[in-house]
């Protein structure tokens, strides 16, 4: 090993970088964090109640679901070996297709190994140059990704803006040869719906497809958990994707659509075939929550209804979903509205930018199935004279 003395031009460049996100409140950093159960945590030494976890139905330490896991563990191994068109497609995969697209509806189902990847995959599946892409202004980073990587033309339209989703469709629909839009469910960050009966029927009118990333809608709204498109009955998703990380509790996506489409994605999508395939342990996983997801209603509809308690106490919008933001505005006052409530013994982690517009710097709440009544009214009332004190 040795040291430089002057460090070279690409570390200086990142400790440039490094300086001037800190003076921006921007710069990331790692904490560690053991999950003690889908509630609790443990950091720096101290427990905190999470209000900062996507398991929205704590099956991530789920006994059944860490039983179909470990199980797949010892039947299977602990990794695929190789793509899935290789080796890696244990018969694992194909029930928890046929599951997932009965669950939403759609002829079939192709699993991938995040939803990143999925999103990165699917968009330029079905777009290249000369088509066109366009997504809500909030939707999540990786649909982006796609949009760049498929080369159409991409552009936003304002966060669930049916006037400007239509002009923007009637000045580039007609010079694009294929055209799809693209939004969240559930959006991420704000956690409410997109209105999808009327965004599908604007698609339609401009013969443009539908892709709905429901990374938080599915197993917490909708009928039986189904998700967001299940809330527009008049809405026609062809692509209907998803995660299995959030309220499943573990890892991977997946696409629902019609079989040839979901025959293409298994040809063509670059992020499915030129990738190692989701170990067997999450795939048993997903199915296993899956199962309790039909077997527990109470489960299902709980988040919302501890989101919306949250909300009723604090006089903020109603939830739609298990995320509720609470927007603080600069990303200092966020980060220490996010220290305070850790002091209370409350984990709720602060949201910049750029994972949300500048000016909005947020906490994020989410709810689970696990969180007890009394548990959202002490929240709440940690909460309120952070929103009060400017
Ligand atoms: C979390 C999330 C993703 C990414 O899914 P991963 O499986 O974590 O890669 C995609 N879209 C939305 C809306 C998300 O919230």
Redesign the pocket.
């Known amino acids: 090993m040795h040291t430089p003395a002057v460090p070279d031009t690409l570390t200086a460049f990142a400790e440039a970088k490094l300086a001037d996100l800190e003076a921006q409140s921007l710069r990331r950093r790692l904490t560690p964090t053991r999950r003690i159960d889908g509630l609790w945590v443990e950091r720096g030494g101290r427990r905190l109640l999470s209000f900062s976890c996507?398991d929205y139905l704590n099956l991530s330490h789920h006994p059944a679901v860490k039983a179909a896991a470990a199980g797949a563990i010892g039947a299977h191994g602990v990794g695929a070996g190789a793509s899935r068109l290789v080796t890696g497609d244990t018969p694992l995969f194909a029930e928890l297709e046929a599951r997932l697209a009965a669950l939403k509806g759609h002829e079939a189902a192709c699993v991938f190994g995040?939803?990143?990847?999925a999103?990165s995959g699917i968009i330029p599946t079905v777009l290249r140059p000369g088509d066109l892409i366009l997504v809500d202004e909030l939707a999540?980073a990786?649909i982006w990704a796609g949009a760049q990587l498929s080369g159409a033309k991409v552009a936003a339209f304002r966060h669930n803006d049916m006037a400007d989703l239509a002009a923007q469709l009637a000045a580039h629909r007609a010079a694009a040869a294929h055209a799809l839009v693209a939004t969240?469910g559930v959006f991420?960050m704000d956690g409410d719906l997109a209105p999808l009966d009327a965004i599908s029927a604007l698609a339609r009118a401009h013969d443009a497809w539908l892709l709905v990333?429901d990374?938080?809608g599915l197993g917490v709204v909708g009928a039986s958990g189904r998700g967001s498109a299940a809330l527009f009955p008049g809405a026609k998703v062809d692509l209907a994707m998803g995660?299995l990380?959030?309220a499943l509790g573990g890892?991977?996506?997946y696409v629902c659509a019609s079989g040839p489409v979901i025959d293409l994605v298994r040809t063509r999508a670059r992020s499915f075939i030129y990738t190692t395939g989701l170990p067997p342990a999450n795939v048993a996983g997903a199915i296993a929550a899956l199962d309790i997801i039909a077997a527990e209603p109470e489960r299902v509809a709980a988040p919302l209804a501890r989101a919306r308690r949250f909300t009723r106490a604090l006089n903020l919008a109603e939830a739609q979903s298990a995320v509720v933001p609470i927007v603080l505005g600069e990303a200092a006052r966020t980060l220490a509205a996010a220290r305070a409530l850790e002091d209370q013994g409350f984990l709720a982690v602060a949201i910049r930018p750029p994972t949300v517009p500048a000016g909005t710097a947020r906490l994020r709440v989410a709810f689970t199935a696990g969180h007890s009544e009394d548990q959202v009214d002490r929240l709440a009332e940690a909460v309120r004279p952070l929103m009060a004190a400017a």
């Open positions: 996507n995040s939803g990143y990847l999103n999540h990786c969240d991420s990333d990374a938080h995660t990380s959030k890892y991977g996506a």
